[in-house]
């Protein structure tokens, strides 16, 4: 296994759109959590998934955002109707149960025109 | 609510020099406390890790004390190389959080011959 994966490195959008990104965690990793950075920032929670369930969200997450992990598997997090408030670094980390180290992937880019 | 604070940035040393990148964290419980690492055009990658008070983390010449007196966590290397130069994010997750990743704003360091 390679890691954390997230597909596409890169997405340029118009307001308005939707976008759709994807990620598929390391492979027995059953925690999956999605942030947000933009530039000059930490990374900042999203949500978070066990399995399949969805246990967290942050207040971050407007109703035009929805993440999925069904199967608990892949992820995919969908931004509804973008602004360009939107435009930022996308990033999912996986991690085993307990506390330990999360993996990040490298990241979606995000950038609404 | 639980968050982390580190010295902003830039930092900008010469080769060989000493480094310390302050840190200090606020929580409700005992969280676990983290650095990570972003080289540029890299997705975050875990630095150090401490999980308990007077842990002392270390990987690749750098150090930092889990410091619960002083809520502290601050990285120290003894000498730095240009190859260090990245953004530095102190982290920490509590387990009652679903260990989810809170990060301070991160501080770029900058490593000149």
């Known amino acids: 296994d390679t890691g954390v994966s997230q597909d596409p490195r890169h997405k340029i959008t118009k307001r308005g759109q939707n976008v759709t990104f994807r990620c598929d965690p390391i492979?027995?990793?059953?925690?999956l959590y999605w942030y947000r950075q933009t530039l000059g920032q930490g990374p900042e929670f999203l949500t978070y998934f066990q399995n399949e369930a969805q246990l967290e969200k942050s207040r971050l997450l407007s109703d035009r955002f929805s993440a999925e992990r069904p199967k608990g598997s892949f992820s995919t997090l969908e931004i509804q109707r973008t602004e360009q408030g939107d435009s930022a670094m996308y990033l999912c980390a996986s991690s085993p149960q307990g506390p330990g180290e999360a993996f990040f992937g490298q990241g979606t880019r995000l950038t609404v025109v | 609510g639980d968050s982390v604070t580190q010295m902003e940035g830039p930092v900008t040393l010469s080769e060989e020099a000493f480094l310390t990148i302050n840190c200090t964290y606020t929580a409700t419980g005992y969280p676990s406390l983290f650095w990570y690492v972003q080289y540029p055009g890299e997705g975050l990658q875990l630095l150090l890790k401490a999980t308990k008070a007077d842990d002392k983390g270390s990987n690749k010449g750098f150090e930092a004390t889990y410091r619960k007196e002083t809520t502290s966590f601050h990285l120290e290397k003894g000498s730095v190389q240009v190859s260090d130069s990245a953004v530095y994010f102190c982290?920490?997750?509590?387990?009652?959080?679903?260990?989810?990743?809170?990060f301070g704003p991160g501080t770029s360091l900058s490593v000149i011959p």
């Open positions: 982290a920490l997750s509590l387990k009652t959080s679903y260990d989810k990743v809170i």
């Open positions: 492979s027995e990793h059953n925690r």
